[in-house]
């Protein structure tokens, strides 16, 4: 059974402890974010790293890599305040993992790949057409984490567009039903299937004899 220590991992080829330790926090969330500069040049990238932060206000985060590269999504989000988060869906995996390519800042994704680009309700930030779940974001803040010269973006829900059968009575949306892509490490996209949705739990009664 394989087994590393900390000093283990650290000592693995480059490629293989990134696929490695990218695949062991789990199934992650497969997104597009969607930006556009000042000069109105279009920009869309997958991001795995979404995470709900709370819902009242409605936030959401995401980890950008260090900037000592030039980033075109954090660069396009502190000039206009706005971005939007697109879930991968199945049947345009190829053209969302090819959006990690690095690209000059000149050319947009949405022309390299047959992704649209969509604007909604007078958003300012370009959706993604095919995406069936598509939420307007407006910047709130960011964290510098020191241990890896990351950034976390911290982002408000500004609008959310759901696809027709997916959104449940009760609020409940069914990723499963939308063929929503999950990814593992760094390259593998899967495609979840709902199995159960589980009551709320409560602490069961316990009669403890003395
Ligand atoms: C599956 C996958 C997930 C990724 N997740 C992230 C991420 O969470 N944060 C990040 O900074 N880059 C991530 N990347 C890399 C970006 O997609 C890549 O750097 C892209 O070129 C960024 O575009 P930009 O420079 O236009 O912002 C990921 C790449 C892949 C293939």
Do not use: W
Request: hydrophobic content about 40%; proline content about 4%.
């Amino acid at each position: 059974m394989p087994f590393f220590t900390n000093k283990d991992i650290s000592e693995l080829e480059h490629l293989y402890k990134i696929n490695m330790v990218n695949s062991l926090s789990g199934y992650k969330s497969a997104n597009l974010i969607g930006t556009i500069s000042k000069d109105g040049i279009e920009n869309v990238a997958v991001f795995s790293s979404v995470i709900h932060l709370g819902s009242s206000p409605a936030l959401l985060g995401f980890i950008l890599r260090p900037t000592t590269v030039p980033r075109g999504t954090y660069k396009n989000i502190k000039e206009t305040g706005v971005y939007t988060i697109n879930h991968i869906a199945n049947d345009f995996i190829e053209d969302a993992h090819h959006t990690s390519a690095k690209y000059d800042s000149e050319i947009s994704e949405f022309d390299v790949t047959e992704l649209n680009a969509n604007y909604l309700n007078s958003f300012k930030a370009p959706f993604v057409a095919q995406s069936p779940i598509k939420i307007a974001m407006e910047y709130v803040e960011e964290y510098y984490i020191k241990a890896n010269d990351v950034i976390m973006v911290v982002g408000e829900i500004q609008s959310v567009t759901i696809e027709d059968g997916l959104l449940k009575d009760d609020g409940f949306v069914d990723l499963s039903k939308g063929n929503v892509a999950a990814i593992n490490g760094l390259d593998g996209y899967a495609i979840p299937t709902l199995e159960t949705r589980q009551t709320y739990q409560r602490p069961q009664k316990i009669n403890i004899h003395k």
